[in-house]
């Protein structure tokens, strides 16, 4: 049995969540945790993709990391790590245990967790491991729930050996998706969060951002296939760094990557159906390589009403470029040629280029694209004549330079 029980170790708390967003609940479980399991830090971890949450939208990484940083602020005993969202990836705690424990022999690891958690545990990824190599702290959510969770606590120590310690303090009957369904709903939430999360909220109008649009995005984003997706999310990544390299507006830029490929991967009956229903150049029937970003753009613009020429642009030529592309548009074309998951001959040198010179990157890129297409038998007169003028303006751009 892993599990060391030395008194002279530290005893640190880590308490995992989504915290979408981080509410009073969470702080008052992690008081307790220090509190009644004689914690010395709780270390607040933010899952990049919870397990159970994978299908569902949440608030970008980093401000659900800066609300909880402004929530936990009040502690010094509180600490918040970025660790999983670093990762990229889906979110196993066990992973996250492991690893912590490799990096910090010295010190006794509690998970702490609301009881809903603790019920669940052994469905978890390794969940059964998990309590092989860490100890738990488990707040009630009920008042009466305290019997069954003592018999559930007990057959677990037994199995496992994990020491698991439930809090005595009644915690609050709150949860993110109450904090949410009240914005929503225009009700306040200061009975909820600290003041300072809630500023942060209204401030960068999270929860609030045109419900019905943001709901048809998000349901356009997770009818994608998974691999489609995990493209998706890397060109949003790479199109918010060269956004904030380059100053553009970051938020438009992630907005056209993410919805630059909803179209991707359609059937060709489907694809051929949208560009007549669009009213597209029929030389766009059986060529989704091409008709993909125009019926994505098409869709933006008439069907969520976007009236941003930058993102519809940007949308519309992640595939071919154009001559005398806006910031916006080099972003997401570049990003989407060198997001982390592309491997082909040359990438590395565009993906370097891409944060030294822009342009240069897009010529790279639109270079390789033309040779590639003209190797693979497809003549001058067939490669979308977007494609040429774009590479000429790049090289007529350098000459100029
Ligand atoms: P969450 O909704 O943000 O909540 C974080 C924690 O706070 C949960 O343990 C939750 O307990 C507790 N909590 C919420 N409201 C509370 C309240 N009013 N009073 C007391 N406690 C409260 O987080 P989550 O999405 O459930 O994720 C929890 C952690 O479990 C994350 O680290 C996640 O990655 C991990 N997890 C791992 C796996 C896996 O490895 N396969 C699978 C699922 C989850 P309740 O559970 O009682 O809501």
Request: charge should be negative; glycine fraction near 6%.
């Amino acid at each position: 049995m892993p599990i060391d029980s030395e008194v002279s170790k530290r005893r640190i708390g880590i308490m995992g969540g989504t915290f979408d967003p981080v509410h009073f609940g969470h702080t008052l479980l992690a008081e307790a945790a220090l509190n009644e399991a004689g914690l010395d830090e709780v270390i607040f971890m933010p899952a990049y993709i919870q397990p159970f949450k994978r299908d569902r939208y949440i608030a970008d990484s980093r401000d659900r990391l800066r609300m909880l940083e402004l929530a936990t602020s009040y502690e010094e005993r509180f600490t918040v790590s970025s660790w999983e969202l670093e990762q990229e990836n889906v979110s196993y705690t066990y992973d996250t245990i492991e690893s912590f424990i490799q990096n910090n022999p010295d010190q006794k690891i509690f998970f702490i967790m609301g009881s809903d958690a603790m019920m669940k545990i052994e469905r978890w990824k390794r969940g059964k491991e998990l309590l092989g190599i860490c100890n738990l702290v488990v707040g009630k959510r009920e008042a009466g729930d305290r019997v069954q969770l003592e018999e559930h606590a007990k057959r677990l120590r037994g199995a496992f050996g994990t020491e698991i310690i439930i809090l005595e303090k009644q915690m609050r009957p709150i949860s993110s998706t109450m904090v949410r369904e009240r914005i929503t709903a225009g009700k306040p939430i200061t009975d909820m969060v600290s003041p300072l999360v809630e500023d942060y909220i209204y401030e960068h109008e999270l929860y609030i951002k045109s419900k019905e649009t943001e709901k048809r995005i998000e349901e356009c984003f997770f009818g994608m296939t998974e691999k489609r997706r995990l493209h998706t999310e890397n060109v949003v990544k790479v199109a918010a760094e060269l956004a904030r390299l380059y100053g553009a507006d970051e938020n438009k830029a992630k907005l056209a990557a993410k919805c630059h490929d909803f179209f991707r991967g359609k059937d060709i009956e489907e694809i051929n159906s949208l560009v007549r229903h669009y009213g597209l150049s029929e030389k766009y029937i059986d060529n989704p390589n091409l008709a993909h970003g125009k019926l994505a753009a098409e869709f933006l613009e008439n069907d969520l009403g976007t009236d941003d020429n930058e993102i519809i642009d940007a949308v519309s030529f992640h595939t071919t470029g154009r001559r005398d592309m806006s910031l916006i548009e080099k972003i997401v074309f570049i990003a989407d040629a060198i997001e982390a998951k592309r491997d082909y001959p040359g990438v590395e040198e565009i993906r370097v280029m891409a944060y030294k010179d822009i342009d240069k990157a897009c010529k790279m890129s639109l270079e390789r694209t033309i040779a590639h297409l003209r190797e693979t038998g497809i003549t001058e007169e067939m490669i979308d004549r977007d494609t040429i003028d774009a590479y000429e303006y790049f090289k007529e751009q350098e000459k100029e330079k």
